[in-house]
C-alpha cells in the first residue's frame, strides 16, 4: 500500500547545529512531496515543497533533497534554533495528479538544545 | 490575511454524546480537508470536500462520523455517539486551486476529549 515513513522519531541537536530529518515513501508516481513542522498545540504549518522532476530545493534554512532512486526524502535545517522544536512530517499525495489528500509520515521530534 | 480558523478549539464531552466541530478555511479556498491526529501520532485523513463535487469519504472511520460543508465555505464535523477512541486532535485544512503542488493550509485544531 501506499505510506510515508520516517527513519528516525526522535532527534535531538545542539543549538547552531545543521539538523537532517529523514523521510522514506513507496509511491513513486507521486508528483511531489511536502514537509510540514508542527509545534506543540498547532496545526502543522508548511515548510517547503519539491516536485518530483526535482533533486533539491533551497529555502530560507531549510533544504529539501529528494532521492527518487531510493525513495528517499530530506530536510536540512541549518544553524538550527531552539524555534526550530518542533514535530516534522513528510507528506505526499498518494497518486499521481491525486490532490485530494496527503499521506503523511508518523513524524519526527526534533528538540533543540542550547 | 486571515487563516484556516477552528472551533471550539477544545472539547470535552462524555461518551455517547453527540459533537459538532467547525471550521471556516481561508477564503477562497475550493477544497477543505479534515484530519484527524491522535496523541504523537501523524494525521489520518478523513473527508476531502472540493467544491461542488462528491466529496471524499474514504478515510471516515465509521458512520458516526459525517461531515458537511455549506455554500462552499464553512464546514461542520459531526460525531455522533462518541466513544473514547474518538478522543484526538481533529485538524482541518484548506487548499486554493493553484496546481500542481498547491499546500494545505491548516488550522489550529480542535482537542476533543471523549471521558
Known amino acids: 500500500g501506499e505510506s510515508v515513513g520516517l527513519h528516525l522519531p526522535t532527534l535531538s541537536v545542539q543549538e547552531g547545529d545543521n539538523s537532517i530529518i529523514n523521510c522514506a515513501y513507496s509511491?513513486?508516481?507521486?508528483?511531489?512531496f511536502i514537509w510540514y513542522k508542527q509545534e506543540s498545540g498547532k496545526g502543522p504549518q508548511f515548510i517547503i515543497d519539491?516536485?518530483?522532476?526535482?533533486d533539491k530545493r533551497q529555502g530560507q534554512r531549510v533544504t529539501v533533497l529528494l532521492n527518487k532512486t531510493v525513495k528517499h526524502l530530506s530536510l536540512q535545517i541549518a544553524a538550527t534554533q531552539p524555534g526550530d522544536s518542533a514535530v516534522y512530517f513528510c507528506?505526499?499525495?498518494?497518486?499521481?495528479?491525486?490532490?485530494?489528500?496527503?499521506?503523511f509520515g508518523a513524524g519526527t521530534r526534533l528538540a533543540v538544545h542550547p | 490575511g486571515a487563516g484556516v480558523s477552528q472551533s471550539p478549539s477544545n472539547k470535552v464531552t462524555e461518551k455517547g454524546k453527540d459533537v459538532e466541530l467547525r471550521c471556516d478555511p481561508i477564503?477562497?479556498?475550493?477544497?477543505l480537508y479534515w484530519y484527524r491526529q491522535s496523541l504523537g501520532q501523524g494525521l489520518e485523513f478523513l473527508i476531502y470536500f472540493q467544491g461542488n463535487s462528491a466529496p471524499d469519504k474514504s478515510g471516515l472511520p465509521s458512520d458516526r462520523f459525517s461531515a458537511e460543508r455549506t455554500g462552499g465555505s464553512v464546514s461542520t464535523l459531526t460525531i455522533q455517539r462518541t466513544q473514547q477512541e474518538d478522543s484526538a486532535v481533529y485538524l482541518c485544512?484548506?487548499?486554493?486551486?493553484?496546481?500542481?503542488?498547491?499546500?494545505?493550509?491548516f488550522g489550529p485544531g480542535t482537542r476533543l476529549t471523549v471521558l
Open positions: 477564503s477562497g479556498h475550493t477544497a
Open positions: 507528506a505526499e499525495p498518494p497518486r499521481a495528479g491525486g490532490y485530494n489528500k496527503l499521506i
Open positions: 485544512a484548506s487548499r486554493g486551486a493553484r496546481a500542481p503542488s498547491d499546500t494545505q493550509y
Open positions: 519539491i516536485r518530483s522532476n526535482m
Open positions: 509511491n513513486s508516481a507521486s508528483d511531489y
